[in-house]
C-alpha cells in the first residue's frame, strides 16, 4: 500500500486542466459525458482511499471488527500504520456519506412535490402552471411519473413564439440526454472529493451548453435560442434544485449567448493529443486510471493481507 493509497485524494487535480479548456475545445455532448465520468471514477476511488485509511489507521484502536492476528508484528510491517491519517479518515468518511445521502434525499423529496404539484393538471408533456414568478426546467420522471417541462405563465408572457418553441426545445433536450443524472452525479463526486468542484461547474455549463445546441438545431435559429435564454436569464429564478436543468439555470449566461451567436461546434469525440486540451484530456484520463489502479492495488493489498492474519 504505502503512498499509493494517499493517491486517489489528490489525483482529481490532474482534471482541472481539462475542465477549464473543456467548454472552449470540446463539443457540449463530449464535455459532459467525459467529465461526468472523470468525476465518478476519481470520487468513487477517493473515498475507497479513506475507507482503506481508516481500517489501517484505526486497526489497533479498542473495539475495531478486525482479528487480533492484525496486531502481529508481520502484518503491522507490511502495511504502513499512520494513526493520525487514520483517524482523521473516520469523521471526512461520516462527512462524505452524510453530505451525499443529503443530497440523494433532498434530490428525491424536491422531484416528488414537484410531481405532486402537477397532480391535478393534465398528463401532457407540458405543464403550464399559473404563476407570477418566471422560471421553466426539466422535471424528471420516476415512480410511473413521466417526464414533464414544467413552465409558469409569467415566464411564457416574457417570450416571444420563437422563443417559446426554443425555450420547450431545450427543456426537452435535457430530458432526452437525461441531464439530470449527470448534474446529480457530478454533484455528489464534489461532495466526495471537494477537489472535483471544477468539474461540477464544468458539467453544470456544458450540460446547458448541450440543450443550447439540440435546441438550436431543433428550432432552426441560433440567434432565438439565444434571445430566449437572454429573456429567461433576465426575468427567472432559476430550478427548484442544482440537480435539475432550466433554461435559465444560474451560470455564465453571457457565454452561453455568444456561443450560439458563432458558428455550431463541430462533434468531435476525442481531441487530437497534439493540441492543448487534448494534452489535458490525456492527463485527465491518466490520473483517473493511476486513482483506479491504486485504490484497486490498495484494497487487494488490504484484502490479501487480512486474510492471512485471520485465523481459521
Given at each position: 500500500?504505502?503512498v499509493?493509497?494517499?493517491?486517489?485524494?489528490v489525483?482529481?487535480l490532474?482534471?482541472?486542466?481539462?475542465?477549464?479548456l473543456?467548454?472552449?475545445?470540446?463539443?457540449?455532448?463530449?464535455?459532459?459525458?467525459?467529465?461526468?465520468?472523470?468525476?465518478?471514477?476519481?470520487?468513487?476511488?477517493?473515498?475507497?482511499?479513506?475507507?482503506?485509511?481508516?481500517v489501517v489507521?484505526?486497526?489497533?484502536?479498542?473495539?475495531?471488527?478486525?482479528?487480533?492476528?492484525?496486531?502481529?508484528?508481520?502484518?503491522?510491517?507490511?502495511?504502513?500504520?499512520?494513526?493520525?491519517?487514520?483517524?482523521?479518515?473516520?469523521?471526512?468518511?461520516?462527512?462524505?456519506?452524510?453530505?451525499?445521502?443529503?443530497?440523494?434525499?433532498?434530490?428525491?423529496?424536491?422531484?416528488?412535490?414537484?410531481?405532486?404539484?402537477?397532480?391535478?393538471?393534465p398528463?401532457t408533456?407540458v405543464?403550464?402552471?399559473?404563476?407570477a414568478?418566471?422560471?421553466?426546467?426539466?422535471?424528471?420522471?420516476?415512480?410511473?411519473?413521466?417526464?414533464?417541462?414544467?413552465?409558469?405563465?409569467?415566464?411564457?408572457?416574457?417570450?416571444?413564439?420563437?422563443?417559446?418553441?426554443?425555450?420547450?426545445?431545450?427543456?426537452?433536450?435535457?430530458l432526452?440526454?437525461?441531464?439530470?443524472?449527470h448534474?446529480?452525479?457530478?454533484?455528489?463526486?464534489a461532495?466526495?472529493?471537494?477537489?472535483?468542484h471544477?468539474?461540477?461547474?464544468?458539467?453544470?455549463?456544458?450540460?446547458?451548453?448541450w440543450?443550447?445546441?439540440?435546441?438550436?438545431?431543433?428550432?432552426g435559429?441560433?440567434?432565438?435560442?439565444?434571445?430566449?435564454?437572454?429573456?429567461?436569464?433576465?426575468?427567472?429564478?432559476?430550478?427548484?434544485a442544482?440537480?435539475l436543468?432550466?433554461?435559465?439555470?444560474?451560470?455564465?449566461?453571457?457565454?452561453?449567448?455568444?456561443?450560439?451567436?458563432?458558428?455550431?461546434p463541430?462533434?468531435?469525440?476525442?481531441?487530437?493529443?497534439?493540441?492543448?486540451?487534448?494534452?489535458?484530456?490525456?492527463?485527465?484520463?491518466?490520473?483517473?486510471?493511476?486513482?483506479?489502479?491504486?485504490?484497486?492495488?490498495?484494497?487487494?493489498?488490504?484484502?490479501?493481507?487480512l486474510?492471512a492474519?485471520?485465523?481459521?
Open positions: 500500500m504505502g499509493f493509497v494517499f493517491l486517489p485524494l489525483l482529481p490532474t482534471a482541472w486542466p481539462i475542465a477549464r473543456a467548454d472552449r475545445h470540446l463539443h457540449p455532448r463530449t464535455a459532459t459525458r467525459l467529465l461526468t465520468a472523470l468525476a465518478g471514477v476519481m470520487a468513487v476511488c477517493s473515498t475507497v482511499c479513506l475507507g482503506l485509511l481508516m489507521g484505526t486497526a489497533q484502536l479498542p473495539g475495531n471488527p478486525l482479528p487480533d492476528g492484525w496486531s502481529d508484528p508481520e502484518v503491522r510491517k507490511a502495511v504502513p500504520y499512520d494513526e493520525i491519517a487514520g483517524r482523521a479518515a473516520v469523521p471526512a468518511l461520516l462527512a462524505v456519506v452524510a453530505a451525499c445521502a443529503v443530497t440523494l434525499r433532498r434530490h428525491r423529496r424536491l422531484t416528488r412535490r414537484a410531481h405532486q404539484a402537477l397532480a391535478g393538471l398528463h408533456e405543464a403550464v402552471l399559473p404563476d414568478a418566471p422560471y421553466a426546467y426539466a422535471l424528471p420522471g420516476g415512480a410511473g411519473a413521466q417526464d414533464r417541462v414544467v413552465v409558469s405563465t409569467a415566464m411564457l408572457s416574457c417570450l416571444g413564439s420563437a422563443e417559446r418553441r426554443a425555450l420547450f426545445a431545450h427543456e426537452r433536450a435535457h432526452a440526454a437525461r441531464h439530470h443524472r448534474l446529480l452525479a457530478v454533484r455528489l463526486a461532495q466526495a472529493n471537494p477537489f472535483l471544477p468539474l461540477r461547474k464544468a458539467v453544470s455549463y456544458a450540460a446547458e451548453r440543450a443550447d445546441e439540440e435546441a438550436a438545431e431543433t428550432v435559429s441560433r440567434r432565438a435560442v439565444a434571445r430566449a435564454i437572454g429573456k429567461a436569464a433576465l426575468v427567472s429564478r432559476g430550478t427548484p442544482p440537480t436543468a432550466g433554461l435559465a439555470a444560474p451560470g455564465p449566461v453571457p457565454r452561453r449567448v455568444a456561443a450560439l451567436l458563432a458558428p455550431a463541430t462533434a468531435r469525440t476525442w481531441p487530437s493529443a497534439f493540441t492543448a486540451v487534448g494534452m489535458a484530456a490525456w492527463t485527465a484520463a491518466a490520473g483517473t486510471a493511476v486513482s483506479a489502479m491504486a485504490s484497486a492495488n490498495s484494497a487487494l493489498t488490504l484484502a490479501v493481507l486474510h492474519a485471520t485465523p481459521l
